[in-house]
Nanobody
């Protein structure tokens, strides 16, 4: 298993920016890609963004394309989510995840992001 710890959540006004960070520990050699999911109150958890660990290829949900950027620092075992032009509908708990190519092998505890209108 991979242990994940998020940081950087908080309260921001609409149009503002936040950066989430996630540090991985444990079986980090097994990581194929990492990403972010989010869950708003009363809604299902949804995919936000992902990045391959070695190649750095990225993918995004349509709802965040052009506003969010995922990146990683392999030497530090960290993944980041830069969130710009935030909207109230981005309010959610954001979870960092790791995947070994076959299964999810790590979930963070979540970081609250609240965007006020």
């Amino acid at each position: 298993q991979v242990q994940l710890q998020e940081s950087g959540g908080g309260l921001v006004q609409a149009g503002g920016s936040l950066r989430l960070s996630c540090v991985a520990s444990g079986r980090t050699f097994s990581i194929d890609h990492m990403g972010w999911f989010r869950q708003a109150p009363g809604k299902d958890r949804q995919f936000v963004a992902a990045i391959t660990w070695t190649g750095g290829s990225t993918s995004y949900a349509d709802s965040v394309k052009g506003r969010f950027t995922i990146s990683r620092d392999i030497a530090k075992n960290m993944v980041y989510l830069q969130m710009n032009s935030l909207k109230p509908e981005d309010t959610a708990v954001y979870y960092c995840v790791s995947h070994d190519g076959s299964n999810y092998n790590g979930w963070g505890q979540g970081a609250q992001v609240t965007v006020s209108s």
